[in-house]
């Protein structure tokens, strides 16, 4: 399949969901390794997301990390090599 390539009108838009999945999938897996209460200070300890932005990512990845083709998983770097293949 095609992807958008740089350039193209929905190329930022794909780059930004895939990106947004990647950061969720990130946070939650950091989520499962805190203990019940730990999840607020990590936050503000260890990234620059407020709770509803990390909310929010992690909401992104559980509905479309799973219906993202594998070839769009990944870093944005390999992503890129795979899509200019």
Partial sequence: MMWPR?????Y???????NAVEIGRHLTE???LLEHGEW?????ESVSYSHST???????????GPKLPASLRGTTAQIMQRCTI
């Fill in 40 to 44: 607020g200070q990590w936050l503000e």
């Fill in 12 to 18: 930022s838009r794909l780059m930004v969901l895939i």
């Fill in 54 to 64: 990390a909310t929010r990512l992690i909401q992104i990845f559980k509905e479309h």
């Fill in 30 to 32: 950091a989520k499962a």
């Fill in 6 to 10: 740089n350039g193209h009108p929905l």
